[in-house]
């Protein structure tokens, strides 16, 4: 029985290990051409490491990419938006949760529902009523999209997570004199720590990715994100893949280091959110 599920374990590993390989060539490549001549781009192989390291193509991109205004927009975006889901979801978690009568239990298959419309099936008429509401080349009229498109996911991470916290701390407050506010915001709140981490990986990651809604709402060279600024290193007629390669690089940097700050936190909440 060890040595059959030995084996087994074994097997799994080999398998994970070579999917894991193919998902890593595409960054393989783009990391070796984003140091690469013009010239090795057409004659060297992909896989073959470059004669000299092309640091230019760094500079180049850096410069294209505007990169401190674009990085500057995407980070105030994606904390921003980030920081006002993490709270609202778990505001609106805990009275689900704790609430349990018809209403909240409506309400919670309401945002439910939310999680099956993709923004993208309602892109045309969430452009029109921005528009209406002044959203087009708006910093804070994104962020409240962003924010009303992905509160019903993380309401829905969030409520699942706090099953797991036991009433009995919020009645014990309760009978030392906490009223119902203080108790979410002292006791609550920072018991949320776990998958509060693991909502800031995912929402940063898709909101710092995204390219759709940027590209619809902000029309604005000063407010353009990253993301936004990367397809205009990609031309139908012309393009250097050098630049556009390394440019791909330093726009995924500050994400990747997020999340490598924050992996510990990540793996501690996905696996406490599955325990009840």
């Not at 609106?92 to 309401?110: C, D, E, H, L, T």
């Not at 969030?158 to 916290?165: C, L, R, S, Y």
């Not at 995912?202 to 936004?228: A, C, E, G, R």
Request: aromatic share 16%; with cysteine.
């Amino acid at each position: 029985m060890s040595k059959r599920y030995t084996k087994g374990t074994f097997l799994i590993q080999v398998i994970v290990t070579v999917i894991a390989l193919f998902y890593l060539i595409p960054f393989l490549i783009v990391f070796l051409y984003a140091f690469k001549s013009p010239q090795e781009l057409i004659d060297s192989s992909p896989f073959s490491l470059p004669k000299k390291l092309e640091w230019d193509n760094f500079m180049q991109a850096f410069e294209a990419l505007n990169f401190l205004q674009s990085f500057g927009n995407t980070s105030i975006i994606t904390a921003s938006a980030v920081l006002l889901i993490i709270l609202l979801s778990g505001m609106a978690a805990y009275s689900i949760v704790r609430g349990r009568n018809k209403f909240f239990n409506g309400s919670y298959m309401f945002f439910i529902a939310g999680i099956l419309i993709p923004y993208q099936v309602i892109f045309v008429p969430m452009f029109v009523l921005g528009s209406k509401l002044g959203f087009v080349n708006n910093l804070f009229g994104i962020i409240f999209l962003y924010v009303g498109t992905s509160l019903p996911f993380a309401i829905f991470v969030m409520a699942g997570f706090m099953k797991t916290i036991p009433k009995e701390i919020e009645e014990a407050a309760f009978i030392d004199g906490c009223s119902i506010m203080r108790t979410f915001w002292v006791i609550i709140l920072p018991m949320l720590k776990p998958v509060a981490a693991a909502l800031t990986i995912i929402l940063s990651l898709q909101i710092w990715n995204d390219y759709l809604l940027p590209q619809l709402f902000l029309s604005d060279n000063s407010m353009k994100t990253l993301t936004v600024m990367q397809s205009t290193l990609f031309s139908a007629f012309e393009t250097n893949f050098n630049v556009g390669f390394a440019g791909i690089i330093i726009s995924s940097l500050p994400i990747l280091i997020l999340f490598l700050f924050m992996q510990k936190h990540f793996v501690k909440g996905i696996t406490m959110g599955s325990g009840k």
